[in-house]
Nanobody, 118 residues
């Protein structure tokens, strides 16, 4: 099983990035797909998740980030708008049988770096 994340990079504050993740190795159609992030020196934290068309967001990204999935392509995306310097982190794609803010997700990707500059 692999969760290949892409789309990270360097962007100025106020800009946008779109992260994508392509799980492979098994079907994840009934699974929750989500994103977590880990900033330098900080613990990994929940960002957003989607399962059965229902979306979940951390309070600090509500109104700025949007998660979506395309089951036909088996991909999940995270559209990040109005980026702040505090959004700088490694972003991880994950899959789990349920959507939870806990760290106990079953499958994890390798992470993609997002850097927001002033």
């Amino acid at each position: 099983v692999q969760l290949q994340a892409s789309g990270g990079g360097l962007v100025q504050a106020g800009g946008s990035l779109r992260l994508s993740c392509a799980p492979s190795g098994r079907s994840f159609s009934s699974y929750a797909l989500g994103w977590f992030r880990q900033a330098p020196g900080a613990e990994r934290e929940f960002v957003a998740a989607i399962r059965d068309g229902v979306t979940y967001y951390a309070d600090f990204v509500k109104g700025r980030f949007a998660i979506s999935r395309d089951n036909s392509k088996n991909t999940v995306s995270l559209q990040m708008n109005s980026l702040k310097i505090g959004d700088t982190a490694v972003y991880y794609c994950a899959a789990n049988s349920i959507a939870t803010t806990r760290q106990s997700w079953e499958f994890w990707g390798q992470g993609t770096q997002v850097t927001v500059s002033s």
